[in-house]
C-alpha cells in the first residue's frame, strides 16, 4: 500500500512540473513517504514484539528483571526438566536464562570446569535452579568411559557458594504421614561443613596413649591433651570446626527464618561436648544479640537453642513452620526423618543459601532416578515425580523475585506450588504417591504415567491463570 501510494503522488508531480521541479517535489514526496514507511515499520515492530511476550491466551508474560542461572542435570530428572521449563516456565515469564549443562559427559567433557563455571555464575547472578545429576561411582566411571570419578557436582558448588543446605517437606493432605500431627512444615538447616564429615578416623594396634595437639603458626604455646589409654585394639577420631564457618552457618540460618517468617531453633548437645557445640551455642547467641534480635522480634518470631535430644522430642509433638538449625551430622538424619516422617522423599526441596541472605541454588532432594530413565530408553512408560523439580524452579525463582522486589513474580511461583499440590490432592498422582495411600494401585485408576502427570498439572495452572 505504501509503494502504491508513493509511485501516484510522484507520476502526479511530473505531471505538472518542470523537471528542477520534478526532482524538487519528487525528493520531498521521497523523504515523507521515507518516513512514513519507517514508522510503520516502528510500529508494526512493536506490536509483533507485544504479540510474542504474551502467552497463546494473550495473557502477558511477567517480566523477570534479572536473570537466573540454570544447571541441567542427567537421567529421567533431565527429561522431566526440559518438560518443567517448556511447558510451565517459560510460556509464563518474560526471563533471561543463564544455561550450565551439568549432565556427566559435559562435565567430563570440560574437566568439571563446567560445574565452577555455573557455581561463579550463580554468585554473579543470585539465584541457581538446578536438574538433580549424577555423582559418579566407580560403575559409571565405566558406563560413560569418564577420564576420573569426578566429585559432587553439589559438593563443589557449596564450597564455591559456602552456603547453608536446607531442606523443607511438600505437604500433601492425602499423603499418609508417619507423623499424623507435621500438618506444616519444618525446615532443616544443616551446617554443611566439617565435624564427621571431615574427621580423621584411624584404627589403633595393642596398647598405647592416644593424645591430641595443636601447635600455634605464630609460635604460641603449643596446646596437647591425653585422650585416652588404651589397653588393646580401638578406632580413634578427631574433628573439628571454624568459628567462621559457625559464623556463616548462623547468618544463614537467621536470614532464612526471617525470609520463612518462621522461629529458629539451634539443636547440639553442649551438656557434653562443652567447647565444641558449647562453641556453636555461643556463637549464635552472639549473633542474635548483636544483629538478629530487634528483626526478629519486629517479625514476631523467636530464636532458642535447645538439646538435641530435647529438641528431637519437640519436634515429633509440634505442627510444623519452624526453621531447625542443625549440626552437620544431626542436619544428614534429621532431614531423612523429616522427608519421610511427611510420607515421602519425593516430596522434598533443598536450598543452597549463602550466609548474607544475597545468593540462594534451589534443586530437587532425590537423585536421578535411573531406573525409570532405563524404562524410558527401553520405551517403556514412567510414573516419575516431578515434583521436587517443579518445586527447585519455583523456590528459585521466588528468591529472585524477592531479591528484585517482583510481587507478580512471587505469586506466580506460589500460584505454581498451588496447583501441584492441589493436582495431588483431587487424586491425579504418580505411582511413588499413590502406593502411600493403599499397597495395590493402577494405572489410570489410582496414578497416572509421567507425562500424564505433568499434563494434568499444564492444564490446571493454564485454568489457575485464566489461560
Given at each position: 500500500m505504501v509503494s502504491v501510494l508513493f509511485y501516484k503522488n510522484s507520476t502526479k508531480v511530473y505531471k505538472n512540473n518542470n523537471a528542477g521541479t520534478n526532482n524538487c517535489h519528487y525528493n520531498e514526496i521521497y523523504n515523507f513517504s521515507l518516513r512514513y514507511l519507517i514508522k510503520l515499520i516502528k510500529s508494526i515492530l512493536y506490536i509483533w514484539a507485544v504479540c510474542i511476550t504474551k502467552t497463546t491466551s494473550g495473557m502477558s508474560k511477567i517480566k523477570v528483571e534479572n536473570p537466573v542461572v540454570e544447571l541441567d542435570g542427567d537421567e529421567m530428572t533431565r527429561i522431566i526438566w526440559k518438560f518443567i521449563k517448556d511447558k510451565l516456565i517459560t510460556p509464563y515469564l518474560d526471563l533471561d536464562i543463564k544455561y550450565y549443562d551439568l549432565g556427566i559427559e559435559y562435565r567430563d567433557q570440560t574437566d568439571d570446569q563446567v560445574t565452577i563455571d555455573a557455581a561463579n555464575a550463580i554468585k554473579q547472578y543470585g539465584v541457581g535452579i538446578k536438574c538433580a545429576t549424577i555423582t559418579p561411582d566407580e560403575a559409571r566411571v565405566k558406563e560413560f568411559g569418564l577420564k576420573q570419578m569426578w566429585k559432587s557436582p553439589n559438593g563443589t558448588i557449596r564450597n564455591i557458594l559456602d552456603g547453608t543446605v536446607f531442606r523443607e517437606p511438600i505437604v500433601m493432605s492425602n499423603v499418609p504421614r508417619l507423623v499424623p500431627n507435621w500438618t506444616a512444615p519444618i525446615c532443616i538447616g544443616r551446617h554443611a561443613f566439617g565435624d564427621q564429615y571431615r574427621a580423621t578416623d584411624f584404627l589403633t594396634k595393642g596398647k598405647g596413649k592416644l593424645t591430641v595437639k595443636f601447635t600455634p603458626e605464630d609460635g604460641g604455646p603449643e596446646q596437647s591433651y591425653e585422650v585416652f589409654n588404651f589397653k588393646g585394639d580401638g578406632v580413634a577420631l578427631t574433628m573439628y570446626n571454624t568459628d567462621e564457618s559457625i559464623k556463616g552457618f548462623a547468618?544463614?540460618?537467621?536470614?532464612?527464618?526471617?525470609?520463612?517468617?518462621?522461629?529458629?531453633?539451634?539443636?547440639?548437645?553442649?551438656?557434653?561436648?562443652?567447647?565444641?557445640?558449647?562453641?556453636?551455642?555461643?556463637?549464635?547467641?552472639?549473633?542474635?544479640?548483636?544483629?538478629?534480635?530487634?528483626?526478629?522480634?519486629?517479625?514476631?518470631?523467636?530464636?532458642?537453642?535447645?538439646?538435641?535430644?530435647?529438641?528431637?522430642?519437640?519436634?515429633?509433638?509440634?505442627?510444623?513452620?519452624?526453621?531447625?538449625?542443625?549440626?552437620?551430622?544431626?542436619?544428614?538424619v534429621q532431614s531423612d526423618t523429616v522427608a519421610q516422617g511427611f510420607g515421602s522423599l519425593g516430596l522434598m526441596t533443598s536450598t543452597l543459601v549463602t550466609p548474607d541472605g544475597t545468593v540462594m541454588e534451589a534443586e530437587a532432594a532425590h537423585g536421578t532416578v535411573t531406573r525409570h530413565y532405563r524404562d524410558h530408553q527401553a520405551g517403556k512408560p514412567t510414573s516419575t515425580n516431578p515434583i521436587a523439580s517443579i518445586f527447585a524452579w519455583t523456590r528459585g525463582l521466588e528468591f529472585r523475585g524477592i531479591l528484585d522486589k517482583n510481587t507478580e513474580l512471587i505469586n506466580f511461583c506460589k500460584a505454581l506450588e498451588e496447583v501441584c499440590i492441589e493436582t495431588v490432592e483431587s487424586g491425579k498422582m504418580t505411582k511413588d504417591l499413590a502406593i502411600t495411600i493403599k499397597p495395590k494401585v493402577e494405572h489410570g485408576t489410582d496414578y497416572l504415567y509421567t507425562e500424564e502427570f505433568l499434563a494434568a498439572i499444564d492444564e490446571n495452572l493454564k485454568k489457575r491463570l485464566g489461560k
Open positions: 547468618h544463614a540460618c537467621f536470614n532464612q527464618a526471617l525470609m520463612k517468617g518462621w522461629p529458629l531453633y539451634l539443636s547440639t548437645k553442649n551438656t557434653i561436648l562443652k567447647k565444641y557445640d558449647g562453641r556453636f551455642k555461643d556463637i549464635f547467641e552472639e549473633i542474635y544479640q548483636n544483629d538478629y534480635k530487634q528483626k526478629f522480634e519486629a517479625a514476631g518470631i523467636t530464636y532458642e537453642h535447645r538439646l538435641i535430644d530435647d529438641m528431637v522430642a519437640s519436634a515429633l509433638k509440634w505442627n510444623g513452620n519452624f526453621v531447625w538449625a542443625c549440626k552437620n551430622y544431626d542436619g544428614d
